[in-house]
């Protein structure tokens, strides 16, 4: 799914963060393939783990459905996971520490589009 190290996998529930973050890192320069769910990622990936590690994915951690953690825990079952940014409007300390526990950057929303971008650089480099 992922081929180029300006690729980013978004999922985020929420159809206006969505588009935003989308066109936020379309403009500056890195292609995005976005997901309204875990289960619409889930479904395109059919099994198989397709990221290099030169890939990024920003994720929501609270998803209808399979929630952004359970969505890293399947995926890192198939194999190496790419690095990782959750993002959420639900901050608080038990989530920060998932997050560091996952190996994952962890941004609470809102956040300025530099702070997500600045991430998103030095996870791809």
Same mark, same amino acid.
């Given at each position: 799914m992922v081929h180029s190290k300006r690729e980013v996998v978004l999922v985020e529930d929420d159809t206006g963060m969505r588009r935003a973050v989308t066109r936020m890192l379309t403009t500056a320069g890195y292609e995005v393939r976005s997901f309204a769910s875990a289960e619409a990622l889930l479904d395109e990936l059919a099994g198989e783990a397709l990221w290099r590690a030169s890939s990024c994915m920003v994720c929501d951690v609270r998803l209808p459905g399979v929630s952004g953690f359970e969505l890293h825990r399947r995926v890192a079952e198939r194999g190496p996971l790419p690095?990782?940014?959750?993002? %959420?409007?639900?901050?608080? #300390?038990?989530?920060?520490d998932q997050a560091?526990?996952?190996?994952? %950057?962890?941004?609470?929303? #809102?956040?300025?589009?530099?702070?997500?971008?600045?991430l998103i650089a030095r996870a791809v480099e």
């Open positions: 690095p990782w940014i959750f993002i %959420t409007a639900f901050d608080n #300390p038990a989530v920060r560091q526990r996952a190996m994952a %950057t962890y941004l609470a929303k #809102p956040f300025e589009g530099r702070a997500l971008l600045a």
